[in-house]
T-cell receptor, first 112, second 113 residues
């Protein structure tokens, strides 16, 4: 059984740029969530996608957006990058909206 | 407002000892309480989880104790090993809504040989 995979593993961007992060969910999982983990902090919920529709959003501005594709893979897009966006971005998938979440190893984004 | 609070902030335990990490929550709608373990450079890995219809759950060396009236739950690691050295996060979720996990800030556990 393939776990959650994320790409790229590391990324360096400049303030004001845009970035796209990708996630492949675990086999058999139809729900994908994205979390932001700042250094030394717990992950913070960004949003969740279920069957290609956004199904819940945390306290993040609209410049954070996402997509889920028919194969349940997902993208996180962040526009107008700010220095505070530097963090580990985690993708998690679950069998449905109420099952345990399984996380990938994340994408480390650095904004300079 | 931090809805899930962990204590202590860090923990050092001798090999073979018992590690105890506590967590308190505020939202009474939470009905699923997992613990995650995270190693440097890795994503959080689900360790053990409990629902409020039971007061204790044990899986190998890991035990969750749950106190619904006090809105607290704790993780006990028996016979702690150096390989258990990691960051541990408690989390909580209301499964009636979407599967949004609210995490604590995490604690760093160091198990000394």
């Amino acid at each position: 059984e393939t776990g959650v995979t994320q790409s790229p593993t590391h990324l360096i961007k400049t303030r004001g740029q845009q970035v796209t992060l990708r996630c492949s969910s675990q086999s058999g999982h139809n729900t994908v969530s994205w979390y932001q983990q700042a250094l030394g902090q717990g992950p913070q919920f960004i949003f969740q996608y279920y069957r290609e529709e956004e199904n819940g959003r945390g306290n993040f501005p609209p410049r954070f957006s996402g997509l889920q594709f028919p194969n349940y893979s997902s993208e996180l897009n962040v526009n107008a990058l700010e220095l505070d966006d530097s963090a580990l971005y985690l993708c998690a998938s679950s069998r449905d909206g109420r099952s345990p979440l399984h996380f990938g190893n994340g994408t480390r984004l650095t904004v300079t | 407002q931090q809805q899930v609070k962990q204590s202590p902030q860090s923990l050092i335990v001798q090999k073979g000892g018992i590690s105890i990490i506590n967590c308190a929550y505020e939202n009474t709608a939470f009905d699923y309480f997992p613990w995650y373990q995270q190693f440097p450079g890795k994503g959080p890995a689900l360790l053990i989880a409990i629902r409020p219809d039971v007061s204790e759950k044990k899986e190998g060396r890991f035990t969750i104790s749950f106190n619904k009236s006090a809105k607290q739950f704790s993780l006990h690691i028996m016979d702690s090993q150096p390989g258990d050295s990691a960051t541990y996060f408690c989390a909580a979720m209301s499964t009636g809504a979407n599967s949004k996990l609210t995490f604590g800030k995490g604690i760093t556990l160091s198990v000394r040989p």
